[in-house]
Structure formats: structure tokens, C-alpha cells
């Protein structure tokens, strides 16, 4: 039974730093896309960032370009998201999810994912 499951979340000022994770097991993780999104209130889910399944491949939602810094530790079948100079529209439950990287599609289409973690919050305050 594939699991995943995001922790670090918390309360942090604007401009400060959080590091999200995500545990997974029950698969071959390092044949495995993972991607973070996130949804806010009212809002629709949104793409935040994704690796290859050797972490050679990062992409990122232009939105945290240049703050954000996703990376993994395929001998911890471990995700990290890096969050630096965090806004409160950064507010937001942060999800992982995962597919087999031979999945075709956009890294930042959530249909391409198949396994999906609870979720962790995130709340920037002022």
C-alpha cells in the first residue's frame, strides 16, 4: 500500500524559512515523479514544484521561483521542499503526490499523479 505523508508544516512570519516533507512508502521510490501543490482557501489547487525520480529534473511554479527549492533522498524515500522568504499568499495546505516517471504530461497537471499525501499547513503571517 503506497503512502505518503507531508510533515513540517507550521506558523511563520513573512520572510521567513519552512522546510516541508514528504515520507513515502509501499513503492520503488526513486522510479517515482514527486510533485508538492498547494490549496488555499476558497482557491483552486495550485502546482508548486516537482522532481525526476533521480532529482535531476526540478521544475517550478513561477510563483516561488527563486524561493523555493525542491529535492530528494531516494535512500529515505524522502521529499524535501525548501520555502525561503515566505509570503502570506504562500498561505495554504501543502500536498505531495507521486507518479511512475514514465507517466506522460505536465509535471504541474495534478491528473498526472495518482498517489496523493493528507496534506500539511502552512500559515505565513505578517
Known amino acids: 500500500q503506497v503512502q505518503l505523508v507531508e510533515s513540517g508544516g507550521g506558523l511563520v512570519q513573512a520572510g521567513g524559512s519552512l522546510r516541508v516533507s514528504c515520507a513515502a512508502s509501499g513503492l520503488t521510490f526513486s522510479i517515482y515523479t514527486v ?28 510563483s516561488v521561483k527563486g524561493r523555493f527549492t525542491i529535492s530528494r533522498d531516494n535512500a529515505k524515500n524522502t521529499v524535501h521542499l525548501q520555502m525561503n522568504s515566505l509570503k502570506r499568499e504562500d498561505t495554504a495546505v501543502y500536498y505531495c503526490a507521486a507518479s511512475p516517471q514514465h507517466y506522460g504530461g505536465s509535471y504541474s ?12 499547513q502552512v500559515t505565513v503571517s505578517s
Open 109 to 120: 497537471n495534478s491528473a498526472r499523479y495518482n498517489f496523493w499525501g493528507q496534506g500539511t
Open 35 to 62: 510533485g508538492w501543490f498547494r490549496q488555499a482557501p476558497g482557491k483552486e489547487r495550485e502546482f508548486v514544484a516537482a522532481i525526476g525520480g533521480v532529482g535531476m529534473i526540478t521544475y517550478y511554479a513561477d
